[in-house]
Structures are given as C-alpha cells and as structure tokens.
C-alpha cells in the first residue's frame, strides 16, 4: 500500500475501509499482531481486549459489507485508560487497591464510541488511579521517542500506543495535565476539552471539579474525530487560516525558573512561523496565574482522599507508598484553604474572560522541559514545573490542547499548547491542524516499522 497502516490517519484508513482494499478484521487482526511485538518494549496496555476487539471488527465489517455505515470511527481500532468502564473487561486503574473487577456495562463515552462502530484494542496504562505515581507491579510506560523516558503521566499508555502506532487514537483523563503532558512528552496532539464536554459516567474520578476526559491521537483532525465518537456530537476541523487570528502569548512569572532552552527555542521557532502566516501576536499577562497549581492541588487532595477514604481503610497496603501518602496527605487539608482554592479558580476564570475580548487563542508551552526518565512527584518542585502551564486550565475549565512543535537536536519532542474560549474546541483543533502544517513532527515508523503489512 501506499501509506503505513498503523500511522495512517483515520480519515485514510476509513477510505480504504470503503474501497475494500482493507477490512476492520485485517487491521485490527495486524494492530493486536504489532501489540504483541512492540508493547514489550513500551507498556503501554494493562489489558488487550484481543477477542472481543475482534469480534468488534467482525461486526464493523459485516455492517459496512452490507451499506450500514456508522461514521467516520467505525471499524477503527481505538484504546481506552484503564479507569473507564468496558463491559467484560477488568479495571485495573493501574492498582493492586480496589484492581481487577470486571466491569459489567460500558463507561458513557465507551459506550459512545462503541455506538460510533469503534474498535476496543484494550486498555491503557496509567499512574496508579491517576493520581501522580507508578504503582510499581504495573510499571512505567516508556516513551515510544527514547524508551528509556517516561511516556509521562497519567495518560502515559494512551500517548504512547498512539505514537508507536498500536492504535489509531486513545482517550485520557486529565486534571493538571494528564492529557497534554504526555501528549507533548510523545509527539502526539492531545486535548482537555472544555470541562462537562464528556461524560465521566463509568470514569472512575480522581478530583470531580477539576476532571475531564479528552482525545489523543496523531493529528489533530483524528482527535476530533475521536471527540466526535466520545461526545456522540460533530466537529468538523480542517486547518485554520492564520492570516488576521488574534493569538495571546501568555507570560508566567514563573517560567524562567523551568523552561529548558531547546524547549524555548522550540516554541519560539513555532511563534514566529504563526507570525509570518500572518497571526496577529500579543504578550498577555494573568494577575494571580503563578497561585494556579498550588491551589489545584488543595482541590485535588481532598477530593482524591474523600473518594479513596473507604478503600484506603479496607486496603493501604494495596496502594503504592507514594499514592497512599498522598491520599493520608488530602485528609489534613484545612476546609477553608480548599474553599479559598475553588475562588481562585473562579478568580482566573474570570480574568480569562477578560483577556478572550482581546484574543482568539492563547499560546503557551505545553512543558517546560522534554519527557524526563522519571514522572515527577505532583507535591514537590518538579511537579509544580511539569504542570505550570496545564494546571490552570483544569481550574478554569477552557479547553486546551497539546499538539508537536518540532524536535530538539535529540529528537525529542516539544509541545505548543492552544487555549480557546469555552466550548470553542473545534477552534483550538483547526489552530492546532494548521500548526501541524506548519510544523510537521515525524512519525515513529522508521523506529517502529510496520512489519507485516503488504
């Protein structure tokens, strides 16, 4: 064929789908086939869904044979993290704490996705319950760019199955960056959609007001898609035109502390090329913006710790030492200081809406640094890095997306992070489409070739 299946776009696949050059059978027969080879290397599934994918791709295929055609998603391989709900299959949530029961109906957006004609390769891996660590019986996902990095955290499965090419796309959860870290860590575009865009019925929650379930996938276009099949709604995206967009370049008074310089170069590089297709660029500023982390995590402690108290009493010894201090941790945190956290959040809200008068996106990093070997701690100095430019975005609930902007000299990828007004999703996809032209970041198929395919 003229393209490499597993890095195909779904658009391209669908289109040989509807030509019978390729079944859904063939190809998720061929993905489970390359799991098996290449996941060793990455884990990057807690579970594959081997018999019931298939017999997914059967039914996906006999509808398509006969006319029934249910969209643009049906009959593509997909994955899910292992904290949603798939009927038949254990959740694990990356844990030994409350792991391993089979789950008996479908997460809503599973569900959506399984209506859409969605194939369910399996289940990703994450940090243990979402929560910041590596329960160390389930392990690291390794980044498909330098498998001795970490893929990143908590979405790390899902990032790395997509931009090894063993699925087509991935959804994540993200509550301070779960998405787009790894997302950039990997190479891969993925988007925090405006918050209560998807349902989390069926998601197992790890801070309710902060919360949200996106896609990842290897280009934009995919991701809506796959948000498309989440939502059970449309989002048409092609590449914005640049020329005359409004963009905010939005300045952290912390960020000299934590920016590496390939990592500036990078987005820099990315700024001037929207400059000269015609963007207009403006610096903008945030009163109370370097407060956001600190303040996400006296939101996310408690929370986590309300959710977990019955299963931490039954089982702590189930949990990994880092998790279950966390946990023990939120119980301390004092009512007022998370009251006060959630008026911040409604603080920097506010001041969003303000700076959305001026500009129609704002850019920032998506991290400050390229994938590390380790996930950093969320409560120390790292951690506070690793989120300082996502965090925000999970107290205010704008959508915001993750997509490459180039390499450094050691071929590890940078990410540019687009921020839109409420339910402007579609937007902040077309921008992000049209940095990808752009900007192109390789495939991973030379590294990971897709043996076996005609």
């Not at 299946?5 to 040989?16: D, E, K, Q, R, Y």
């Not at 071929?411 to 540019?416: H, V």
Request: aromatic fraction near 6%; include cysteine; glycine fraction near 10%.
């Amino acid at each position: 064929m003229a393209f490499e299946i597993p890095f195909a776009t779904i658009s391209t696949l669908g289109a040989a789908y509807r030509q019978r050059s390729l079944s859904p059978v063939e190809v998720t027969a061929k993905l489970l086939d390359r799991i098996a080879r290449i996941d060793p290397l990455l884990n990057s599934f807690i579970t594959v869904l081997r018999d019931q994918s298939l017999a997914q791709a059967e039914q996906a295929e006999g509808e398509l044979k006969s006319g029934h055609d249910r969209g643009p998603l049906h009959g593509v391989p997909v994955a899910v993290k292992d904290l949603m709900e798939v009927a038949g299959a254990p959740t694990t949530y990356a844990s030994r704490a409350g792991s391993g029961r089979v789950a008996t109906s479908d997460a809503k957006l599973v569900q959506n996705l399984k209506q859409a004609g969605a194939v369910i390769l399996g289940k990703t891996n994450l940090l243990e319950y979402a929560y910041g660590a590596v329960h160390p019986d389930f392990g690291q996902t390794n980044n498909p760019r330098d498998t001795k990095r970490t893929s990143g955290g908590s979405s790390g499965g899902s990032a790395a199955a997509v931009a090894a090419g063993l699925c087509f796309a991935a959804v994540g959860t993200d509550t301070g960056g779960s998405i787009r870290i790894p997302a950039s860590y990997c190479g891969v575009a993925g988007l925090k959609p405006t918050f209560d865009l998807v349902s989390l019925d069926g998601v197992h929650a790890l801070s309710p007001s902060l919360d949200h379930a996106g896609p990842m996938a290897r280009c934009c276009a995919d991701a809506a898609l796959l948000l498309g099949g989440m939502t059970g709604q449309t989002f048409n995206v092609s590449p914005r035109k640049l020329a005359g967009i409004r963009i905010g370049m939005l300045h952290h008074p912390d960020a000299a502390r934590f920016m590496e310089p390939a990592i500036s170069a990078l987005f820099d590089q990315a700024v001037e090329a929207l400059r000269r297709a015609g963007a207009v660029l403006q610096r903008i500023e945030l009163p109370s913006l370097e407060l956001a982390n600190h303040e996400l995590i006296k939101i996310t402690w408690p929370e986590a710790s309300l959710l977990h108290r019955q299963l931490l009493a039954k089982e702590p010894l189930g949990y990994s030492a880092i998790t279950r201090t966390q946990l023990e941790a939120g119980f301390s945190v004092p009512a007022v200081d998370y009251l006060s956290a959630l008026q911040t959040g409604r603080r920097l809200r506010a001041g969003f809406e303000h700076v959305f008068q001026t500009v129609d996106a704002i850019v920032t990093p998506s991290v400050p640094w390229v994938a590390p070997i380790e996930d950093p701690p969320i409560g120390g100095a790292e951690g506070e890095g690793e989120m300082l430019f996502s965090g925000v975005f999970n107290l205010t609930g704008l959508p915001a997306l993750s997509v490459p902007c180039g390499l450094t000299g050691e071929g590890l990828p940078g990410g540019m992070q687009i921020i839109t007004p409420w339910h402007r999703d579609e937007l902040a996809l077309a921008i992000g489409a049209a940095i990808e032209k752009l900007i192109p970041t390789p495939d991973l198929s030379a590294q990971f070739p897709a043996t076996g395919y005609r």
